[in-house]
């Protein structure tokens, strides 16, 4: 049975940092791609970074690219989202989530209809 499992959010103040970890059990990492996903209060949930295949490549939308680094430990069989420079607008509910990552491009890397297993969230708050 796959279970993805998100952990370390919390309320951090402008400008600080956190790492989100996603504890992945039922499977081993390397045939699949791990998205992070956020969603806000009443918008849509969007992707914001992924890692996958054998040799971890790693894709980032460019409202976060230079401030978040995704990053897998295999040995662990967890993936993490490392998140510097936490602004206002990065509060949102954060969901880890899997797909085949044959199915995984750069064009595709953050449509949520290609990943079928996710976590529950983990609320991240940005507030001074």
């Known amino acids: 049975q796959v279970q993805l499992v998100e952990s370390g959010g919390g309320l951090v103040p402008p400008g600080g940092s956190l790492t989100l970890s996603c504890s992945i059990s039922g499977f081993t990492l390397d045939p699949f791609a791990i998205g992070w996903f956020r969603q806000a209060p009443g918008k849509e949930r969007e992707g914001v970074s992924c890692?996958?295949?054998?040799?971890?490549?790693?894709l980032y939308a460019d409202s976060v690219k230079g401030r978040f680094t995704i990053s897998r430990d295999k040995a662990k069989n967890a993936v993490y989202l490392q998140i510097n420079s936490l602004k206002p607008e990065d509060t949102a509910v954060y969901y880890c989530?899997?797909?085949?990552?044959?199915?995984?491009?750069?064009?595709?890397?953050?449509?949520?209809?290609?990943?079928?297993?996710w976590g529950q969230g983990t609320q991240v708050t940005v507030s001074s």
């Open positions: 989530a899997t797909a085949p990552a044959q199915l995984i491009a750069a064009n595709n890397a953050f449509a949520t209809q290609f990943y079928d297993n």
């Open positions: 890692i996958l295949g054998r040799l971890g490549s790693t």
